[in-house]
């Protein structure tokens, strides 16, 4: 089961905590943690309205630690992070797949 050095768990790399709270029974089903990954990364898009790189920084860093440095924490972790996954959305085109709120791209 992919655990990180921190806790994190699963594909979506949860932290326990953030499973309680969205209510994961079981952080290593599949469906179950990409399910609560993207509800929770949907939850970080509408607290800080949509501004992808601040909800990228909140989904690793937690919502706390961007608030606290209001940005990006200076993680070196996070920061690679936020980077990478932007680097990959712009590969895309910009394009980015929504959720219930949206339609993903044809």
Do not use: C, W
Request: charged share 20%; no cysteine; proline share 9%.
């Amino acid at each position: 089961a992919a655990v990180s050095q921190k806790g994190a768990r699963g594909l979506m790399q949860l932290m326990p905590q953030t499973s309680a709270m969205i209510g994961v029974r079981d952080p290593h089903d599949p469906d179950e943690n990409i399910d609560a990954g993207a509800s929770h990364l949907r939850a970080m898009l509408d607290t800080f309205n949509n501004d992808l790189p601040l909800a990228l920084a909140a989904y690793k860093a937690g919502e706390q630690n961007v608030l606290r440095y209001k940005g990006i924490p200076p993680y070196p972790e996070t920061q690679a992070y936020v980077d990478k996954v932007l680097r990959g959305v712009a590969r895309l085109g910009g394009r980015t797949v929504h959720g219930p709120k949206g339609a993903a791209p044809p």
